[in-house]
């Protein structure tokens, strides 16, 4: 089965360029997570969306940062302007909804984002 | 609130030799807890999961972990460490208390280094 495809793997850009990343869920799954990682601060949530519709953005760090999911089958999370401090990997993660939250999520490969 | 620690940071073991990978939580209710694993350059991969049934678990790759509530843990365990088991660990909890959404709490991660 295919699992969660994220695009692109690797993403060097400079400060102030628009970036975007883009994440293909499991087909079926109804949630679809954004993380971060980075050594500093470990793995952050950042938004998700159920039935594609943004449920929590909390974590998004600032208005730079946007997110949608036009369909089920498509997420984009988008950097304008890209600073240095966002170089981090970005995961994608999708699941099934599931009665006391007990599906676990599945992750893709991740995008590895540098901003010179 | 619910919160899982991971109550080291980094373990090493030789080839061949148990592994012990310890993982804390707190929680108000009956949780849903998971075991990951991240190779190098890769996404979260699920090991196991916890989830009100049988409290000791297995998992892939010969790993199993065993629910005990009045420890409050999730250890991970393995009777035999091979090297392809180097990676970062990560215990976690499902935050299903404030949203019942899969929302996932994670620990801070536990290297493991396997020794020839």
């Known amino acids: 089965d295919a699992g969660v495809i994220q695009s692109p793997r690797h993403e060097v850009t400079e400060m102030g360029q628009e970036v975007t990343l883009r994440c293909k869920p499991i087909?079926?799954?109804?949630?679809l997570f954004w993380y971060r990682q980075t050594m500093m601060r470990g793995l952050e949530l950042l938004i998700y969306?159920?039935?594609?519709?943004?449920?929590?953005d909390s974590g998004m760090p600032e208005d730079r940062f946007s997110a949608k999911m036009p369909n089920a089958s498509f997420s984009t999370l988008k950097i304008q302007p890209s600073e240095p401090r966002d170089s981090a990997v970005y995961f994608c993660a999708s699941s099934l909804s599931g009665t006391y939250s007990n599906q676990p999520q599945h992750f893709g490969d991740g995008t590895r984002l540098s901003i010179l | 609130a619910q919160s899982v620690t991971q109550l080291d940071s980094h373990v090493s073991v030789s080839e061949g030799t148990p592994v012990l990978l310890r993982c804390n939580y707190s929680?108000?209710?009956?949780?849903?807890l998971f075991w990951y694993v991240q190779h190098p350059n890769k996404g979260l991969q699920l090991l196991l999961k916890?989830?009100?049934?049988?409290?000791l678990v297995k998992g892939i790759n010969g790993f199993e972990a065993e629910f005990k509530k009045s420890e409050t843990s999730f250890h991970l365990t393995k009777p035999s460490a091979h090297m392809s088991d180097a990676a970062e660990y990560f215990c976690?909890?499902?935050?299903?208390?404030?949203?019942?959404?899969?929302?996932?709490?994670f620990g801070q991660g536990t290297t493991l280094q396997v020794k020839p």
């Open positions: 916890y989830t009100s049934a049988a409290t």
């Open positions: 929680s108000s209710y009956s949780p849903s």
């Open positions: 976690v909890v499902s935050d299903f208390v404030s949203s019942n959404t899969g929302k996932l709490i």
């Open positions: 087909s079926g799954h109804d949630y």
């Open positions: 969306f159920n039935n594609n519709v943004p449920i929590d």
